[in-house]
């Protein structure tokens, strides 16, 4: 028997060819989708990866020799590249710092008195220097440069200020003196030897003065530390009975607004110190503990308050505060160096860093120079301290933020004041994403599955045929126009008629029901005339009349029950109303959402073969049990697909909330008021912040958790279809 050859025509290798074509160019699509994918979830990693990266300090391998003998005061400029130096018997020196050759020559002074008392400034770079006649001065190096050409010149200068004669005779006996210097405006407490506190503000250009001398209402011990605010309202004040004073400033004078006993069990304070913005206080006990203590508001008064402390352990030498980030160095004995941050709770041990302790250290204003003075050499170390106030615990948990009166979850990443304390606490954009979707999805998921089913198995198809384009064109609507209208036409309409607007999500429902009843009530005669599967026609205008019926009823319910304002009723029981809230976000959000739903529901639906629900009818059973007993059971892995791409298109979403809820980052369930959402703040806020900085990327890190959060609902969508799938294949 001959062999017969099977061979392909020409249009037949066309075909193949194509077919192999297109499955190179979905593959190669599927693939690329999923390469971008692995990119962008790297690269959001790479952006938040520096969060985490602990802080760096590097000693550079020299040092610099100085002239002065015995150093009492040292400054430095903005950016670590110029000392400048004092010492007990007037000398002074200026000091280059740079790695190469500098364009500072030999810069050397004397003051025009020698000095018999030093007094440092709390905040900033002045030092108040008392000499033996009684001459006060404010001193403070000027670090100017000039630029000609390519060359740089740069001309140092010690600039000295004389205090006022009212000044002066008070210094003269002056124990204790704490100062400040703003815009040139001095604020200066002093503590005379005769047990007298006063309080100064000078103006240094126009030397005019106003003194406030107070005797104290209370018993003041011998005092063993000031510390005053750089506002000049309020001084802190360590005596020697371990009691902490706060006195306050009024028209009247000075009054002691708290007196706290510190001591502790065989310990007790050897210093204070202020955190950068002066609203917090450090104070340091004899056995190395650092308590932070700032203002609490408690029952309408404001109260010095213990936050957290710091057990920094034995051996501690001193404690330099951070210049604008809140928290300070530790330097012990031996010349370990470890930093801490109060807000974040970073703690990180740089180790032994110099030889023994210095004896005088100070920041640059960029904190990115630590310089210190050791016996006769300076050192300078390279600081990063990378990100200081973010950590896990800053980021999850309750932070106690300076004046707040306990903590909380808040989310503040930026302000008008330069001493802002910033707060990045992510739970209440999250508590708000979570919020928005699920208002959001208990509108849409109802209206969109139950619309879905009754699409597709009760509907005509030629009504199916307007119906279903129609609302899957609802999806081409961009959702800027929805949260735009949303906020600017709805939101007034909702504050407005707010009971009727509640009202209605319980009435059109239980209208439906009751209509759908009394037609099925309703003889055959008058009913036959409607074809089946289009009813719906006849429910529109019940559904309007409802409507048109409950809307102008808002204004005479409210007044019957709500006392005429439902807002002050609520307000009265603490539910506060925003004119943008989640009632309004879940409806329009909703809208939103429903298109996509439906689309993939109802393709669920109707996509179930005809011979089972044939089949099931032939057996006796009514349409409700095959729609509940077959087709729901077959379609169920098509329904929750699109109840989660619903979410994941809820949680994403962007416009709307933003132009609708208010973007108030509380915490809160009450349907009335506003949230922020994560994909709301990251459209706000990235476009203004600084680039490389803590705010920047927390925002990319809000991203990649959105990003990994949508990822896993998908998974957990799709592993959760394939078991619904693999269990109703049988049917």
Same mark, same amino acid.
Not at 267 to 279: C, D, E, K, T, W
Not at 377 to 385: G, T
Not at 604 to 615: I, R, T
Not at 617 to 634: D, R
């Given at each position: 028997m001959p062999q017969i050859r099977f061979s392909l025509k020409s249009s037949d290798r066309i075909r193949l060819l194509k077919d192999r074509l297109a499955r190179c160019a979905v593959t190669a699509g599927g693939i690329s989708v999923l390469g971008a994918l692995i990119l962008i979830f790297v690269y959001l990693v790479w952006v938040v990866v520096p969060l985490f990266s602990k802080a760096t300090l590097d000693i550079e391998n020299r040092k610099v020799a100085i002239s002065v003998t015995v150093p009492a005061f040292l400054s430095i400029d903005e950016y670590g590249q110029y000392a400048f130096i004092v010492d007990k018997s007037g000398k002074t020196e200026f000091l280059s710092l740079k790695k190469h050759q500098s364009e500072l020559n030999d810069q050397h002074g004397q003051l025009p008195f020698h000095p018999d008392k030093w007094f440092k400034s709390d905040l900033g770079h002045w030092l108040l220097v008392i000499g033996e006649r009684g001459q006060s001065f404010l001193i403070r190096p000027?670090?100017?440069?000039?630029?000609?050409?390519?060359?740089?010149?740069?001309?140092?200068?010690?600039?000295?200020?004389?205090?006022?004669? *009212?000044?002066?005779?008070?210094?003269?006996?002056?124990?204790?003196?704490?100062?400040?210097?703003?815009?040139?405006?001095?604020?200066?407490?002093?503590?005379t030897t005769a047990g007298q506190l006063h309080w100064f503000s000078q103006h240094l250009s126009t030397h005019s003065s106003v003194e406030r001398k107070t005797q104290l209402s209370v018993s003041l011990p011998d005092v063993q530390e000031l510390r005053l605010t750089p506002d000049g309202k309020t001084l802190y004040i360590r005596n020697i009975n371990h009691?902490?004073?706060?006195?306050?400033q009024n028209k009247a004078g000075l009054y002691i607004r708290d007196v706290i006993d510190t001591e502790k069990k065989n310990?007790?304070?050897?210093?204070?110190?202020?955190?950068?913005?002066?609203?917090s206080l450090l104070t340091v006990y004899s056995n190395g503990d650092v308590v932070q203590w700032f203002d609490v508001l408690k029952n309408g008064q404001r109260k010095l308050t213990s936050i957290r402390s710091?057990?920094?352990?034995?051996?501690?030498?001193?404690?330099?505060?951070?210049?604008?980030?809140?928290?300070?160095?530790?330097?012990?004995?031996?010349?370990?160096?470890?930093?801490?941050? *109060?807000?974040?709770?970073?703690?990180?041990?740089?180790?032994?860093?110099?030889?023994?302790?210095?004896?005088?250290?100070?920041?640059?204003?960029?904190?990115?120079?630590?310089?210190?003075?050791?016996?006769?050499?300076?050192?300078?170390?390279?600081?990063?301290?990378?990100?200081?106030d973010v950590s896990f615990s800053a980021l999850w948990n309750k932070v106690w933020y300076e004046n707040y009166p306990e903590p909380e979850y808040v989310w503040q990443s930026t302000s008008a004041s330069n001493i802002f304390e910033?707060?990045?606490?992510?739970?209440?954009?999250?508590?708000?994403?979570?919020?928005?979707?699920?208002?959001?999805?208990?509108?849409?998921?109802?209206?969109?599955?139950?619309?879905?089913?009754?699409?597709?198995?009760?509907?005509?198809?030629?009504?199916?045929?307007?119906?279903?384009?129609?609302?899957?064109?609802?999806?081409?609507?961009?959702?800027?126009?929805?949260?735009?209208?949303?906020?600017?036409?709805?939101?007034?309409?909702?504050?407005?008629?707010?009971?009727?607007?509640?009202?209605?999500?319980?009435?059109l429902p239980v209208s439906t029901i009751v209509a759908g009843a009394l037609w099925k009530l309703l003889p055959k005669k008058y009913s036959r005339w409607t074809k089946k599967g289009w009813h719906t026609i006849v429910l529109f205008p019940v559904l309007a009349a409802?409507?048109?019926?409950?809307?102008?009823?808002?204004?005479?319910?409210?007044?019957?029950?709500?006392?005429?304002?439902?807002?002050?009723?609520l307000a009265e029981y603490g539910f506060n109303f925003d004119q943008r809230n989640a009632l309004v976000v879940g409806l329009a959000m909703g809208f939103a959402v429903i298109p996509t739903i439906f689309t993939?529901?109802?393709?669920?639906?109707?996509?179930?073969?005809?011979?089972?629900?044939?089949?099931?009818?032939?057996?006796?059973?009514?349409?409700?049990?095959?729609?509940?007993?077959?087709?729901?059971?077959?379609?169920?892995?098509?329904?929750?697909?699109?109840?989660?791409?619903?979410?994941?298109?809820?949680?994403?979403?962007t416009m709307i909330v933003l132009m609708a809820t208010g973007n108030t980052p509380i915490m809160n369930w009450n349907i009335l008021e506003g949230m922020r959402t994560l994909a709301a703040t990251i459209a706000v806020e990235l476009p203004e912040s600084e680039v490389g900085s803590s705010h920047y990327r927390i925002l990319f890190l809000a991203a990649l958790i959105l990003f990994v959060f949508t990822f896993i609902v998908n998974s957990l969508a799709e592993w959760i279809r394939l078991r619904l799938r693999e269990k109703y294949r049988a049917l």
């Open positions: 000027e670090f100017t440069d000039t630029v000609s050409g390519k060359s740089h010149h740069f001309h140092p200068q010690v600039r000295m200020i004389q205090l006022s004669e *009212t000044v002066k005779k008070l210094l003269i006996d002056a124990k204790l003196v704490s100062f400040s210097v703003h815009s040139e405006q001095l604020k200066m407490a002093v503590y009691e902490l004073l706060v006195a306050k310990s007790h304070i050897v210093s204070m110190h202020l955190l950068p913005g002066a609203s710091f057990a920094l352990g034995r051996g501690l030498d001193f404690i330099l505060p951070n210049v604008f980030s809140k928290g300070f160095f530790a330097i012990y004995q031996n010349g370990s160096v470890r930093s801490y941050f *109060t807000t974040s709770d970073k703690r990180i041990k740089f180790g032994t860093v110099y030889p023994s302790a210095p004896g005088l250290a100070v920041f640059s204003q960029d904190e990115r120079k630590l310089v210190t003075l050791n016996q006769d050499n300076i050192y300078i170390a390279d600081v990063d301290l990378g990100y200081p910033p707060k990045f606490s992510l739970v209440p954009i999250a508590f708000g994403t979570i919020k928005a979707a699920m208002f959001a999805m208990l509108f849409s998921v109802p209206i969109a599955v139950l619309a879905a089913i009754y699409t597709a198995y009760f509907m005509t198809p030629r009504m199916r045929g307007i119906v279903k384009p129609t609302i899957e064109l609802m999806e081409a609507l961009p959702t800027v126009i929805i949260g735009f209208l949303a906020g600017l036409w709805f939101a007034p309409i909702v504050e407005r008629h707010l009971v009727s607007s509640v009202l209605m999500i319980v009435v409802v409507m048109a019926i409950v809307l102008p009823l808002s204004f005479d319910i409210e007044q019957w029950l709500f006392g005429g304002d439902i807002r002050v009723f993939i529901a109802e393709d669920a639906v109707f996509s179930v073969p005809k011979h089972l629900s044939d089949g099931s009818l032939a057996l006796g059973a009514t349409q409700w049990q095959t729609l509940k007993h077959v087709v729901l059971l077959t379609a169920s892995p098509g329904i929750f697909s699109g109840i989660m791409m619903g979410l994941g298109r809820a949680v994403g979403e």
